[in-house]
């Protein structure tokens, strides 16, 4: 007689999430398979340069977006190699009949309860500093003065007003280098904190939701790829922005570059 297992999709991941962090390291392997996706997107840019492709505000979303792709690649890889080491599952042909061993000990990995405190909402919030302006000083009290005409002074305003112009131009191409190098360590390491959460939902999704799938009180279960995109779909998509909007700043700031590292040697250079 078949054992009728109760258990939500969302019990069943969260007792998926326990198992990998017991057994693995999900953040260390996440952060392999992101510098991984790093190169991919580094070669993607070269090659494209080297194709005559030179405006960096239009090459650089080109390489995020084959990054992502090439990502994508690699969770299909990580799902097949670790849903064998984690759980030696059926194949997906089984029909919930059977009496095979593996569907019953799969069934008991999401049915089994779990221990509170594994994890598997993450919030994360954000902070805004105010920006106070200085205050105006007020008029003195009397009669109305004209402004002065000085024409000394008014020349001193330009020339100070051209050097605050060329001060910011200086220092214009280090500070969107450390834009785009913060930006993308950003959304690498936000990718990186998910990664439990993301590999139980791809193990779940990709692997045990074809024996679960009739066990579970949900009629349905997402596709992986529709689970990695809910995920990191984001955080792609605004490093995208971030370097096109690089791209156009290096383009401004550094005209004849076609990289970063160009824009940074034209600096130096002068």
Same mark, same amino acid.
């Given at each position: ?22 057994? &693995? ?14 190169? %991919? ?7 494209? $340069? ?32 670790? &849903? ?33 405190? %594994? ?38 305003? $330009? ?5 605050? /112009? &060329? ?11 450390? /834009? ?38 949900? &009629?349905?279960?997402?596709?992986? /790829? ?25 383009? $401004? ?18």
């Amino acid at each position: 007689m078949t054992r009728h297992i109760r258990v939500t999709r969302y019990h069943a991941i969260l007792r998926v999430q326990q198992h990998l962090e017991t057994k &693995s390291f999900p953040r260390l392997q996440m952060a392999l398979l992101v510098a991984l996706t790093g190169a %991919g997107g580094w070669l993607c840019s070269a090659l494209l $340069l080297h194709a005559g492709m030179h405006s960096m505000a239009l090459r650089y979303p080109l390489a995020v977006g084959a990054a992502y792709g090439f990502f994508m690649l690699l969770l299909w890889l990580w799902l097949r190699i670790d &849903s064998r080491d984690f759980f030696d599952l059926p194949s997906p042909n089984w029909n919930g009949t059977g009496s095979s061993r593996h569907c019953a000990d799969a069934a008991d990995l999401a049915a089994a309860p779990f221990k509170s405190g %594994g994890g598997g909402d993450y919030a994360g919030g954000g902070a805004s500093a105010p920006w106070d302006s200085p205050a105006l000083d007020s008029p003195a009290l009397g009669s109305p003065s004209l402004p002065s005409t000085d024409t000394p002074g008014l020349f001193s305003g $330009l020339s100070d007003a051209a050097g605050s /112009v &060329s001060d910011a131009d200086e220092i214009a191409i280090p500070l969107i280098a450390i /834009v785009m190098a913060v930006g993308m360590a950003l959304a690498s390491l936000y990718v990186i904190y998910i990664a439990p959460v993301l590999f139980s939902e791809l193990m779940f999704d990709g692997v045990l939701s074809y024996t679960l799938y009739r066990r579970l009180r949900t &009629s349905d279960s997402p596709h992986w /790829v529709q689970t990695a995109m809910r995920h990191t779909a984001v955080p792609f998509a605004v490093t995208a922005l971030l370097l096109a909007l690089v791209g156009l700043g290096l383009g $401004l700031y550094a005209p004849g570059a076609h990289s970063l590292g160009q824009a940074l040697a034209q600096h130096a250079a002068h």
